[in-house]
């Protein structure tokens, strides 16, 4: 330790002889709190890498997302730090045709940043552009793209002009959660203009009507947006929004402790303990829309036998593995729907930790003594589970054993994991989760669950035909109270089959600086109402 | 972090037997005090890792979340991890994983480089320009470049990260050893072996072998060192070592997380890897003075 | 001498198509989907196979190299699986950051590391000597992230003397000229954008010349330690020449040699190092590129990263076999 330091004595000294002949370092600020919103200044916030596009038709990735929001509305929008779904460019709907249909009546006086009005018209392009393969501007043109539209428009056959302000969006089937959807910033409504000049290229020159316009973005380095002084929804507080590009967790967390970013994006529940103890950070924590548990493959032995499936579910120690890995920021599964989807219900037991009936329920199933079996484990963190696939598989790996599992870890990389546990041969245990896109509960949970989804998220291949029964009748209806009576059943059945261990929803965590104010986290994991957010100076 | 290419001027006009040459190379050696301690450092790092269950009071696995990060005390002389595991017991365990790590790779590398470079020394013509050009292919690849591709083709572990640094010192092997080979094979009591006649596998076991020891056994002892370093950076960038497996450079970067409240968490690998690497490297450079005949009267 | 330059640069041909062979069999036996990776979590299957067929992935392995192939002779990189960049773009963009780390890292080393390798021979056996052998020794056996973690700790955090992400404060604009952005702010007259650039290079560049800088020291102690003991030099002295004039002037031209060696060897370590001094400092070069070129498995990004680096790895052992024989009139090649 000795050498160590004087070797940084040592290294000091020549980095402030030539830090002097640069002439200057950095500066950080702290700055006295003042009372009322103030006007300027410039938020930094972390992103972990270069965002793929900022077309949202185009782009899929979070680090997209985070600055589309800033940059785009969509015809509805959720309310601040929710996933209610409120009006957005769109002041009012109605729902006819049996649910087929979908009349706006969009907002006036509004225009995107490149100064093209928005109207019908130019919600009618959007559409087209997005269902219409024989539009020049048809976002599939832009090859190797990942894209939500064929999950939001996929039903979707056409639009009407009513008016210059009014629009009839037509679909082939009833779909339930579109009004959600359209609220997601994937579906940011994009100018005409941006389309029509742009082409494939469009992706690199975004034009919205957000409470922010685009300024630039330099590759690895930082995207730059401005604020849109005529927003509709009022003008941000902010001059500016710098997104930077940090990709290493530990130069993440000392360049919020430095002022050099504002909002960290991403906090693991290991970062928590160094947030909290610096007077300058401010933890914001809050439920997300987040399943973090193991799918058992529901058709193959020992857990073909549903009594094995909830033993493992009792001899969890989940509030134990709450408390201490995610630090208290995590909640223990009740329901296949996490706390803050439509539909959620919270009068369904959770499988509490219980030893002895988990040892009970082993006898009772022949497997008194034990068994074998092989767990697959994603080695990164994911927005489900902050704290990393094998951190979580020791802790569940070490409570198995208690009622004789030997559990062998099969870390992978996760493209490797996903390739794999997509399969209609998996039948390996499996770490798993989910982050819902829209806060509807089709979204959130008929991929995990339902008997078609064996390719898509339901590793356990689990297929109850009640269940995948609700799942249909639930999405072809609009009527909410009839869609919430479904759900509500399906959780229960599900929660009572155990195709998972139900381990917990991590909360969404992110950490700001003392001199933000106003900046309320939304579920969906986006930077989304950024206009109400003010820096004090 | 390159590959130290131990010195080999000089090598071919060595020509004695290995015997009488190790014992003088021991005296010689002896007389290096770092190079003796650090001997020392190694061995008693050895005999922590071999006795690292009798000394550990706690399993470096057991996970007791109640006494997460915990600072060093009594019951946990170097603090606790996240886990609340007992960070001592995972320092002694991790010198298995790192001496492990530095043996198997060397083990590979010069087994695999040592055929290879002696095959395109010994039969020469167009063996030899395939076997190099092939070795210049791997050595065209940046050495992390081509050791992530692999790890990401075997999948991330503590072994695949061992064979992927272990292919990316092959060639350094094969080169080294081709060169010495080259000088021995020109000289004229090989020439004269080969002239009565005598079968390859014993020219090459009875003179080529012996001769080339010191040369390997200088990079193989360096090699142990680098290799820790690599597959430490290979378990930063998470395509290393994987939980829960007790290795140092693993807790190196899972530590930085807790850096300004939990310090002891990275120190304490942190000097681990230190003291084993330092030691590789002054056993290393002790072996080349006393192995090289012309560094012998410089003393 | 001129035929010698281009025989040595035709022996590169075999060597960068098995490096092009090598990357591609490797990259496309290595599991993971790519239309998987850009599909995302959330992907249909249909999705999936739709993007699959679009990257011309469901074709047999030996027309996807083929058209490959016949891309890169006419000098088309493809573009990237995972952004919507020309390779060449992207790469363009990146290198020059690297090289800039790069050219820094080396100068600290290359400088630092004779000198001190120089003193040390010099003063063999006394204080000084021991005291830069312990430095060189630590750094050596640090592993490069935890240095680079430590200085960001001590100088950017405890003591905030320097920046310790990204190449440039954000919102600075610098015309494209060299890529380098320290040049480019030099060259456009923008002095205070270049001091910037030179605040945040510090870091990263002493993080990234540690190793070699050990390295170098330790080589060049050895030489001249062997070449100060010659029978030259002792007549030299003998004959009253300064000690001063000896050790600078006549040992170190004849201990360049071995260094020189030293020097091209680790120019390609340094490449190595960028990927993990990259990572730490946020800085948008090859290496980090790389590594995430890999984690997407994006294909095309990978291999054009590994075609310039090993062009790179063949002009620097070229160029060292030059310098080679300027500095020893022994070599000459033809």
Known sequence: MKTTWQRFVTLAAAVVILGAAAGCGTQTSSAPQSKGPVQGGTLSIEVSADPVGLDPATTLDNDSGYVLGTLYDGLTAYAP?????????????????????????????????????????????????????????????????????????????????????????????????????????????TSPKMLKTYGTDAWQHPSGTGPFEFVRWVKGQYVEVKANPNYWGGKPHLSEILFKIIPDQSTQLLSLKTGAINILTDVAPSEIPTIKAAKNLTLLAEPGLDDNYVSLPVQTPPFNNPLVRQAVNYAVNKQAIDQHLYGGYAQVMNSPLPTVAFSYDKSIPAYPYNLQKAKQLMQQAGYGKGFNFTMDVYNNARGYNPIGGPELAVAIQSDLKAIGINLTLNTLDPATWLAQARSNSFNKMSLAGWTGDNGDPDDMISPLFNGNAFLTGNFSHYSNPTVNQDFAKALLTSN????????????????????????????????ETSNVHGFVPNPTFFYVNMNQVWLSK | MALPIAELQGEESKVTSPTSEGQRAWRHFRRNGGAVIALVALGIVVLAAIFAPWLAHQSPYAQNLSQALQAPSGAHLLGTDEYGRDELARVLFGARTALGTGLIVVAISLTIGTLWGMLSAFYGGIWDMVLMRVADVFMAFPFLLLALMIVAALGPGLVQAEIAIAITYMPVYARLVRSVGLGLKSLEFVQAAKSVGARDATIIRRHFLPNLLPTLLVQATLNIGTAIIDVAGLSFLGMGVQPPTADWGAMLSDGQNFILTSPWLVLAPGIAILIVVLAANLVGDGLRDALDPRQRHQA | MLAYVVRRLLWAIPVLLGVLIAVFIGLHVVPGNVAQSIAGAHATPAQIRLLTHQLGLDKPLWDQFWVYFVQIVQGHFGTSLQYHNAVAEDIGQAFPITLQLTIAAFIIAGVVGVLAGVLAAAFRNTWLDSLIMVFVLVGISMPIFWTGVMLILALGVDFPMFPFSSVITAGTVLPHITGLPLVDALLSGNLAAAGDAFNHLVLPAITLATYPLAFITRMTRGAMIEVLSQDYLRTARAKGLRERSVVWKHA???????????????VGALLSGAVLTETIFAIPGIGRLMIQAILFRDYPLVQGIVILAACIFVLINLLVDLIYARLDPRIRYS
């Open chain 1, 480 to 511: 909410s109270a009839q869609r919430a009576a479904y759900y509500v059943q399906i959780q229960k059945q599900i929660m009572k089959d155990a195709p998972a261990i139900f381990l917990n929803y991590t909360n969404l965590m992110r950490a």
């Open chain 3, 252 to 266: 170190l031209r004849n201990a360049s040699l071995p260094i020189v060696t030293v020097l091209g060897v680790q």
């Open chain 1, 81 to 189: 730090g929710s996933t209610k779904v409120v009006p957005g460019l769109a002041k009012s709907w109605q729902i006819t045709n049996g649910g087929k249909t979908y009349i706006f009546t969009l907002r006036q006086g509004v225009k995107f940043s490149d100064g093209t009005a928005f109207n019908a018209q130019a919600v009618a392009f959007w559409v087209d552009h997005l269902i219409n393969p024989k539009n020049p501007d048809y976002y599939g043109n832009l090859k190797g793209a990942e894209t939500f539209v064929p999950f939001t428009f996929g039903n979707v056959t056409g639009t009407q002009v009513l008016g210059p302000y009014k629009i009839a969006i037509n679909m082939s089937q009833p779909n339930g959660e579109f009004l959600a959807d359209l609220a997601m910033v994937w579906n940011g409504v």
